[in-house]
């Protein structure tokens, strides 16, 4: 059985820069993606339910690229990373690669983002 979470409006579930493993599927609810300049934040996405969120990191174990909060009441499954690192495990080297590639130019272009705020 694998693990809920459940958001009430305006909670934090990630902070950008943190250091966290985490992966979720966002079972029900619209969450808001933010990014730091300064001492100001920004919008820069919206996630809704369906769609994972926290990939990044629970893939390359890099800090969190931005925050994620709910906008509404939200209800989150917790994706195991040691599951899904067994699973990874059992594929051929060149899925690992894939991702890592991938994980490499998706970070790349997020740091070339202006943010106008």
Not at 38 to 50: K, M, V, W
Not at 84 to 107: V, Y
Request: hydrophobic share 40%.
């Amino acid at each position: 059985m694998s693990e809920t979470l459940e958001l009430k409006p305006n909670e934090y579930l990630i902070r950008e820069g943190e250091n966290s493993a985490n992966m979720f599927y966002l079972q029900s609810g619209t969450l808001a993606v933010y990014k730091r300049k300064g001492d100001a934040e920004r919008q820069i996405g919206t996630i809704y339910s369906g769609e994972l969120v926290g990939e990044m990191s629970f893939l390359d174990k890099k800090p969190r690229s931005a925050t994620v909060k709910a906008i509404q009441e939200c209800t989150l499954v917790v994706i195991p990373v040691d599951k899904f690192q067994k699973f990874l495990d059992s594929q051929p080297a060149w899925h690992k690669a894939l991702i890592d590639t991938l994980l490499d130019r998706l970070r790349r272009a997020n740091t070339r983002i202006k943010i106008d705020i």
